[in-house]
């Protein structure tokens, strides 16, 4: 059975399990040689599972975000990495399809070779703009040659560049104001990626350097203009919060596993039965719960609104993503503490669960942000 065949939330969660079962095997390695899960990323084109966002009139599934968030999360459980990365395709797909945001035929094209296995991400990021959630305008650059636009630039943290077939590229367009983005295919002359990750949190992630020398694309493939900073309620983004939860969740249920099995010859029995221990148990368990409820709700929430009502979630959506991630962060540091020095270990999957909880603080939107925007939303 793969994806497309279940014909419930219970079976496609059933064979994410089993998939994340396997990654979990592999991750541990992929980490240490910092490489890019390519074959965790093969297993999740074959089961179906990238096609799933893709809206019901090409052929897809179009899966609730609520149903999106909680396979990420089991999913990432597995692997971080491979789940990060593979929630920019899901998401950017399924916002695509809800917004409708780009010329239909070409989003048209593009769901027919998604449902085939090709992958898309955005290239929004560069060095010398920041986050791209703050409206600095983009350096990379996209002038108008006839029938064509060229396109000159540098994108940083460019995620799952290894195996990315589409890239969203947003650009400035030469002697204008406007601001846009272009969708450039894999094959195009004069791009290229410059392996350049060396974070030391997910680490397989591949978030690579896309650079960009006078790629020439036709002029369709300008496929939307937007303002910088200014791009409204994106429920899809629930996706990051849903990766390190899950992460969280791998962290308590390791923890756990070792609490019942570890016995030091100065108590009897094992060291779950100790009251400091169960203590931390419980403080990770409502934490979870705290931010599968928030996160869940939220994600429900956006899927049984209209088009008007989801574009005043963004606080909600904000907060959701600060609460989640910062609750992760707290259960990893809960379960270290129950393992102990063991959890420093290059071979404990405790101190990898460490260091890729920690990259959730700098996914969008940033938590001074999200603060500064409840503030107005509550002043208001």
């Not at 998939?19 to 095997?25: K, M, P």
């Not at 006839?146 to 400035?172: C, E, H």
Request: one cysteine or more; hydrophobic letters at 40%.
């Amino acid at each position: 059975m793969n994806f497309q065949e279940a014909e419930s939330l219970e079976e496609r969660l059933e064979l994410m399990g089993s998939l994340a079962g396997r990654f979990a095997e592999r991750a541990a390695n992929l980490d240490e040689e910092g490489s890019f899960p390519f074959a965790n990323i093969d297993d999740l084109r074959k089961s179906g599972y990238t096609s799933l966002t893709v809206p019901k009139r090409y052929g897809g599934e179009e899966i609730s975000l609520y149903e999106m968030v909680r396979l990420q999360e089991k999913l990432s459980a597995g692997d971080g990495s491979t789940a990060l990365s593979i929630g920019w395709h899901m998401g950017i797909m399924k916002n695509l399809g809800e917004k409708k945001l780009w010329d239909e035929e070409i989003y048209r094209k593009v769901c027919k070779e998604a449902l085939a296995g090709a992958l898309l991400n955005g290239a929004a990021s560069e060095a010398g703009t920041g986050s791209p959630t703050r409206g600095g305008r983009p350096q990379t650059t996209a002038e108008k040659d006839g029938q064509y636009w060229v396109l000159n630039g540098r994108k940083t943290f460019t995620t799952m560049s290894p195996v990315l077939d589409y890239f969203i590229v947003s650009a400035s367009v030469q002697d204008s104001d406007k601001t846009g983005n272009f969708l450039i295919h894999r094959s195009a002359e004069g791009l290229s990626i410059e392996e350049t990750w060396d974070s030391v949190a997910m680490r397989g992630t591949g978030s690579h350097d896309l650079v960009l020398k006078n790629v020439r694309i036709s002029e369709e493939c300008f496929v939307e203009e937007f303002v910088p900073g200014k791009k409204g309620a994106n429920g899809w983004l629930l996706h990051i919060p849903a990766c390190y939860l899950g992460i969280a969740w791998a962290a308590q249920t390791y923890a756990i596993q070792f609490a019942n099995e570890y016995s030091p010859n100065s108590i009897q029995g094992t060291i779950v039965d100790i009251p400091a221990v169960r203590q931390r148990i419980g403080e990770m368990e409502l934490e979870l719960m705290k931010a599968r409820h928030f996160l869940y709700s939220v994600a429900k929430q956006w899927d049984s609104s209209n088009e008007e009502d989801r574009a005043q979630m963004s606080p909600e959506l904000g907060a959701v993503k600060l609460a989640v991630t910062n609750g992760a962060i707290r259960v990893v540091d809960l379960a270290m503490r129950i393992v102990g020095a063991r959890s420093l270990s290059q071979k404990n999957p405790l101190q990898r669960y460490y260091r890729d909880v920690r990259a959730g603080l700098h996914n969008p939107p940033m938590d001074d942000m999200t603060i500064e925007l409840l503030a107005r939303s509550v002043i208001r």
